[in-house]
């Protein structure tokens, strides 16, 4: 069964350093999502992204972060500058186009991003 | 999207069937009920969702109520590996076929024990 990946698996930073979460999406799949998850709090949206624009993003998705599809397969989720609190799991998340029942979105393993 | 309610915590005993309530009494018409499910801090896994018919895959069955405010979401054999925090989401169709592909809107779920 095809699978949402994302790399690394733990990543550990400097504040104040940039950092680049990376997912590779299922294929075929047009809707993509990064979600976060503090440590013992709830999964929080982020962004969606689709046609290579953000469709839709949350507070917390300020300046300090951008998303891109820079080769047409790779999804990623940039931070400029990071900082303590941005330490979390990030999910990634896709969901293919169809109009049909099977719009879904299937997650990805996820990043821990410590900062330190 | 509707705000949703679960039961903090839940217990089952290994075999026998998990049903796992959550109320959504201001849903509209145009809103599916999702489940997902997350195991210690893996990315969230799909389950099921519907409209307003029950329904079944291989994982779970879904029982919504006629007046859609409250749903059911069943385990028929319940294993260890089932242990885990549910989440009952409330997510809008934003195309006329239906489709869903806004945001989920986490909540802090339902977390189920199975004991042996």
């Known amino acids: 069964e095809p699978e949402v990946t994302q790399t690394p698996s733990h990543q550990v930073t400097q504040m104040g350093q940039e950092v680049i979460l990376r997912c590779v999406p299922i294929?075929?799949?047009?809707?993509f999502y990064w979600y976060r998850q503090i440590l013992g709090q709830k999964v929080e949206f982020l962004v969606s992204?689709?046609?290579?624009?953000?469709?839709?993003k949350s507070e917390i998705f300020d300046d300090q972060f951008s998303v891109e599809r820079p080769d047409g397969s790779n999804f990623t989720l940039k931070i400029r500058s990071t900082k303590l609190e941005d330490s979390a799991m990030y999910f990634c998340?896709?969901?293919?186009?169809?109009?049909?029942?099977?719009?879904?979105?299937?997650f990805g393993p996820g990043t821990r991003l410590t900062v330190l | 999207d509707a705000k949703t309610t679960q039961p903090p915590s839940m217990d089952c005993a290994e075999g026998r069937a998990a049903n796992l309530p959550c109320n959504h009494s201001?849903?509209?018409?145009?809103?599916?009920v999702y489940w997902y499910r997350q195991i210690h801090s893996q990315g969230p896994q799909y389950i099921i969702h519907?409209?307003?018919n029950n329904e079944t895959n291989e994982m779970a069955s879904l029982i919504i109520t006629e007046d859609r405010k409250s749903s059911t979401l069943i385990l028929p054999h319940a294993t260890l590996r089932d242990t885990a925090v549910y989440y009952c989401?409330?997510?809008?169709?934003?195309?006329?076929?239906?489709?869903?592909?806004?945001?989920?809107?986490f909540g802090q779920g339902t977390i189920l024990t199975v004991h042996p």
């Open positions: 998340a896709t969901q293919a186009r169809l109009l049909s029942k099977a719009d879904t979105q299937y």
């Open positions: 294929s075929n799949h047009l809707y």
């Open positions: 992204f689709y046609n290579n624009e953000i469709s839709e």
């Open positions: 201001t849903i509209s018409g145009n809103e599916y």
């Open positions: 519907g409209l307003k």
């Open positions: 989401i409330v997510r809008v169709a934003l195309r006329a076929g239906g489709t869903s592909y806004g945001k989920l809107t």
